[in-house]
């Protein structure tokens, strides 16, 4: 919806994604005439930076949903992009020309199966050397979420939520996994930096109201986070183990790059 697009650009954006933008933008090779595509740009709040560091760069975003992109295109004629155009997925699909670009990019995928989505389309949309840049959270972040929400499971003795609980953590990815996933759909000269960062949170129900959980971290922790009564846990929890300092959630953000070969 509109509403839930501009709460992720006013709230997200600068106070979690910024995370996951800001190292990608340090990874990204330089390369004149540049030409591209960010997969799951969402409101395309990235793709200034990657115009102002690749010199006529032509930047395309691609997402699923509308609302987003109408946020993009209206803050494409801030940018100083040569070209490029903002497009809603077609069928799963990013509708543009195979080994047309020479930079594929995502940041915080929804998930393995999205993170595996991005690299089988940039493995097609990327030319010869083109290069790969995804950044996402790996698979030793938000224990202090998931600490609570085990002792949820523990202390109620729920072993559906215990079982949730890892499988999510378990979808994180690891710099081994991420990799080894790359490999397998083609890409070479890979690598992945880290940086390990927190987001900050005046109260338990300023958590579990947040932007941040529902649109930033949820996507990727939703089988977590679907239990109402482990989150109103999660909720107090805070409030009574952080009443007198902020409740600081950390995550490692890993920035993978790689070469199509």
């Given at each position: 919806?509109?509403?839930?697009?501009?709460?992720?650009?006013?709230?997200?954006?600068?106070?979690?994604?910024?995370?996951?933008?800001?190292l990608a933008l340090e990874r990204i090779a330089i390369s004149p005439d540049a030409q591209v595509i960010h997969?799951?740009?969402?409101?395309?709040?990235?793709?200034?930076?990657?115009?102002?560091?690749?010199?006529?760069?032509?930047?395309?975003?691609?997402?699923?949903?509308e609302a987003a992109l109408s946020l993009a295109r209206a803050r494409r004629a801030r940018s100083t992009a040569?070209?490029?155009?903002?497009?809603?997925?077609?069928?799963?699909?990013?509708?543009?020309?195979?080994?047309?670009?020479?930079?594929?990019?995502?940041?915080?995928?929804?998930?393995?199966?999205?993170?595996?989505?991005?690299?089988?389309?940039?493995?097609?949309?990327?030319?010869?050397?083109?290069?790969?840049?995804?950044?996402?959270?790996?698979?030793?972040?938000?224990?202090?979420?998931?600490?609570?929400?085990?002792?949820?499971?523990?202390?109620?003795?729920?072993?559906?939520t215990q079982r949730a609980i890892e499988r999510a953590a378990l979808g994180l990815p690891t710099v081994e996994?991420?990799?080894?996933?790359?490999?397998?759909?083609?890409?070479?000269?890979?690598?992945?930096?880290?940086?390990?960062?927190?987001?900050?949170?005046?109260?338990?129900?300023?958590?579990?109201?947040?932007?941040?959980?529902?649109?930033?971290?949820?996507?990727?922790?939703?089988?977590?986070?679907?239990?109402?009564?482990?989150?109103?846990?999660?909720?107090?929890?805070?409030?009574?183990?952080?009443?007198?300092?902020?409740?600081?959630?950390?995550?490692?953000?890993?920035?993978?790059?790689?070469?199509?070969?």
């Amino acid at each position: 919806s509109e509403s839930e697009a501009a709460t992720f650009d006013a709230f997200v954006v600068p106070h979690y994604l910024v995370h996951f933008s800001s190292l990608a933008l340090e990874r990204i090779a330089i390369s004149p005439d540049a030409q591209v595509i960010h997969a799951n740009c969402r409101t395309g709040h990235f793709d200034a930076e990657i115009a102002a560091k690749l010199p006529n760069a032509h930047v395309y975003g691609c997402d699923a949903s509308e609302a987003a992109l109408s946020l993009a295109r209206a803050r494409r004629a801030r940018s100083t992009a040569a070209g490029g155009d903002y497009l809603l997925l077609a069928n799963g699909r990013i509708p543009l020309q195979d080994g047309a670009f020479s930079h594929a990019l995502s940041l915080n995928p929804e998930g393995p199966a999205q993170f595996l989505w991005v690299l089988k389309e940039a493995a097609r949309l990327l030319g010869p050397a083109g290069q790969l840049v995804v950044a996402a959270p790996l698979a030793d972040s938000f224990p202090e979420l998931l600490d609570l929400l085990r002792e949820f499971a523990l202390k109620f003795d729920s072993h559906d939520t215990q079982r949730a609980i890892e499988r999510a953590a378990l979808g994180l990815p690891t710099v081994e996994s991420m990799v080894s996933t790359a490999r397998a759909e083609g890409f070479a000269y890979l690598d992945v930096v880290t940086r390990t960062t927190s987001v900050s949170f005046r109260s338990g129900r300023d958590f579990v109201e947040s932007p941040i959980l529902r649109l930033g971290i949820g996507p990727c922790m939703a089988e977590a986070l679907a239990n109402e009564d482990a989150l109103s846990y999660v909720r107090d929890a805070i409030d009574k183990y952080y009443s007198t300092f902020p409740f600081e959630l950390t995550f490692t953000v890993g920035c993978l790059t790689a070469s199509r070969s």
